[in-house]
Nanobody, 120 residues
Framework: QVQLVESGGGLVHTGGSLRLSCAASGLIFSIYQLAWYRQTPGKERELVAAITSGGKTNYADPVKGRFTISRGDAENTVNLQMNSLKPEDTAVYYC??????????????WGKGTLVTVSS
């Protein structure tokens, strides 16, 4: 059974930092693309940052230069370092793992989320 468990959320003041971690089990971690998404009430879940199995990263424009995604395949973890936090970063942050096999079938998994609150 695949599990993704996020940790590291909490309350922080504007300009502060948080580090989110996601621990994965039950999957061949190194072949998966990993990502962090976030969602606020009434809005769709949006991509924050992603990292491929080869280590290539991409970021949503609102977080470029402030957030850094990294992965540790030996530890089966993916992290999101968030600096210079703003109130608009307040959201539930979700860990996501995705892989397409050789025939194009997609396997994907979500964590249950961790709440980040940035006070002004």
């Amino acid at each position: 059974q695949v599990q993704l468990v996020e940790s590291g959320g909490g309350l922080v003041h504007t300009g502060g930092s948080l580090r989110l971690s996601c621990a994965a089990s039950g999957l061949i971690f190194s072949i998966y693309q990993l990502a962090w998404y976030r969602q606020t009430p009434g809005k769709e879940r949006e991509l924050v940052a992603a990292i491929t199995s080869g280590g290539k990263t991409n970021y949503a424009d609102p977080v470029k230069g402030r957030f850094t995604i990294s992965r540790g395949d030996a530890e089966n973890t993916v992290n999101l370092q968030m600096n210079s936090l703003k109130p608009e970063d307040t959201a539930v942050y979700y860990c996501h793992a995705e892989h397409y096999d050789h025939v194009g079938d997609r396997a994907y998994y979500w964590g249950k989320g961790t709440l980040v609150t940035v006070s002004s």
